[in-house]
């Protein structure tokens, strides 16, 4: 098997592991979202530290990084508790959807953080990717889910800022695991005060849902990773959407959802948008 065949499957396993951490967040019942944060990222926290360790990947010791490593650490969070917070109240697939607007954003965030300059076909293709968010979010104030769906996007724009940031400090000698590390660890100690005043009681169901959850984002984690050794991002991120078909699935089956017509053409375009976008890419390596 090819190594681009590997990276096509190691992704494809990374978006059904992170469709089932959403699947777990959801069956955990009623809790704060930044309750289901803390767990979470405590068990990615645990697997950074056994993957620095074993690689012996610790802070690089680029002092003009601290704040990088903050800013991403920051935006994660905001991220992961805006996502959450839309997963316990829309549709999955329409969660899902949302925060993957993030590789969007990324186009965004770069022309400011990076110094990137996009072009014409990437910027129609983020001008798209929002209009079929209106279709996905339905911004009117009859619809209950706006405000959910609203935070739900801007869960997408945070992670799109966070991961600009992994670039920056990838591309200033930061390791991947020690940069997950310092996420986590953040992460945790954020959200450590709410849990320690304001902590909900949590039956062994709810308990065990959240660690399932947490160790589906760590799979997620490592099929991600493992996908991106063996093949570039240009070649293999549009299959990261095959997360919609499977939270769509998972929805059905666990929880009978069923996205409405408007949601459906929202998927529809977003995704085109993510396929002509990763063309355009792959043709523009091409030519370099």
Known sequence: MGQRYKGIIYIIISSFCFALMNMFVRLSGDLPSIQKSFFRNLIALLFALILMKKNHAGFSGEKSNWKYLILRAGFGTIGILANYYAIDRLVLADASILNKMSPFFVVIFSIFILK???????????????????????????????????????????????????????????????????????????????LLFHYAPMTLWQLGMLLL????????????????????????????????IFSTVLGFLVFGQIPDVLSWIGYAVICTMAILMFFYNNRKKAEA
């Open 116 to 194: 990137e300059k996009a072009k014409l076909p990437q910027l129609l293709a983020v001008f798209g990717a929002f209009a079929g968010c209106l279709f996905v979010i339905k911004p009117t104030f009859a619809n209950v889910d706006f405000q959910p769906a609203l935070i739900g996007l801007l869960g997408g724009m945070a992670a799109g800022a966070a991961y600009t940031f992994v670039r920056l400090l990838g591309n200033r000698g930061e390791k991947g695991p020690f940069i997950v590390f310092f996420f986590s660890g953040f992460s945790c100690l954020v959200t450590l005060p709410y």
């Open 213 to 244: 959850a947490g160790l589906s984002a760590a799979g997620g984690q490592f099929s991600i990773t493992a996908a991106y050794c063996y093949a570039p991002a240009r070649e293999i991120s549009i299959y990261d959407y095959s997360q919609i």
